[in-house]
């Protein structure tokens, strides 16, 4: 089976496994969360029967499984006698960390009984001690943000066309008939020159090559447009690189009719020759 992979997650409480999952779906990983360990043999075989060629697990399996967790040692000796190939991921942290992670979230941890948060996490370090033996990956997660761990995820268990991609849409509009609500950015164009002003051009739009043509003759649009160029290249690698999964790119004018046309049309050229998905939207181009 080609392109297969069966990752199991593990580790401390509070170390990190929800980001990491959220990483994993983003990677076009199949994930399932505190699944009991006696399942795992099965749901694997079922997957397998399946007879996709790009099949990628993700299951997490942690304490708060209860009773149940601790036959997870002896599933993992069942897969490898079975010939079964599995990685197993432990994420880990100081007890420090784990303790101020709690205290800020003021979740509750799965062994807190009677005793405190400290007692629950040593108890939980010895439940974990064998299994953690037998990780082919152990991340500690101490000192590192969500979004350090999502790129370490990404490097670790990405493959080429999983890797996650940012959906862009460029949408002009019209201030005057007010501003989207739903732009991560908008770039306000009513400094360039208007075609509106010249009758020939008045009833045709920023789709026009006449119109093009108007805007791009003069000198404060060429010096703009290698500025964004510039500007747009730069931002959309660090909005991929914090996660990001759709963008909403807004370019306004005064009506929404010919400038902003022209300059999202523009910005969506340059962003699919960037290697993105982009669309285009113009909400007001046919407004009176």
């Not at 990491?20 to 397998?48: G, H, Q, S, T, W």
């Not at 880990?92 to 799965?110: G, M, N, Q, V």
């Amino acid at each position: 089976m080609e392109n297969s992979r069966n990752l199991i997650i593990t580790g401390m409480s509070g170390a990190g496994k929800t980001q990491v999952i959220r990483a994993l779906e983003d990677l076009n990983y199949f994930c399932v969360d505190n699944l009991p360990p006696a399942l795992i043999p099965k749901f694997i075989e079922l997957c397998m029967q399946a007879g996709s060629k790009n099949r990628q697990l993700a299951l997490v399996v942690d304490s708060r499984g209860g009773k149940f967790f601790d036959e997870l040692v002896g599933v993992l000796d069942k897969l490898e006698a079975n010939s079964v190939n599995y990685e197993l991921l432990f994420l880990d942290a100081s007890d420090e960390t784990l303790i101020k992670r709690y205290k800020e979230s003021r979740r509750r941890h799965p062994l807190c009984g009677k005793s405190g948060l400290s007692d629950a996490i040593a108890r939980e370090r010895g439940v974990l001690r064998a299994v953690r033996a037998k990780a082919t990956t152990v991340i500690d997660t101490t000192n590192t943000v969500n979004s350090a761990l999502r790129e370490k995820i990404i490097d670790l268990y990405g493959t080429e066309g999983t890797l996650p991609h940012m959906s862009i849409v460029v949408q002009s509009f019209g201030f005057k008939h007010g501003m989207p609500m739903d732009c991560d950015m908008v770039f306000d164009v009513r400094f360039l020159p208007n075609p509106f002003y010249v009758p020939e051009l008045k009833p045709l739009s920023g789709n026009d090559q006449a119109v093009v043509t108007f805007i791009e003759s003069k000198d404060v649009t060429k010096e703009f447009l290698k500025i964004l160029e510039t500007l747009i290249v730069f931002l959309l690698p660090q909005y991929v690189k914090e996660g990001k999964s759709q963008l909403m790119i807004g370019v306004g004018c005064t009506g929404g009719r010919h400038r902003s046309v022209y300059v999202a049309n523009v910005l969506r050229t340059w962003i699919q020759n960037e290697g993105y998905v982009a669309h285009v939207t113009h909400r007001d181009m046919l407004r009176k």
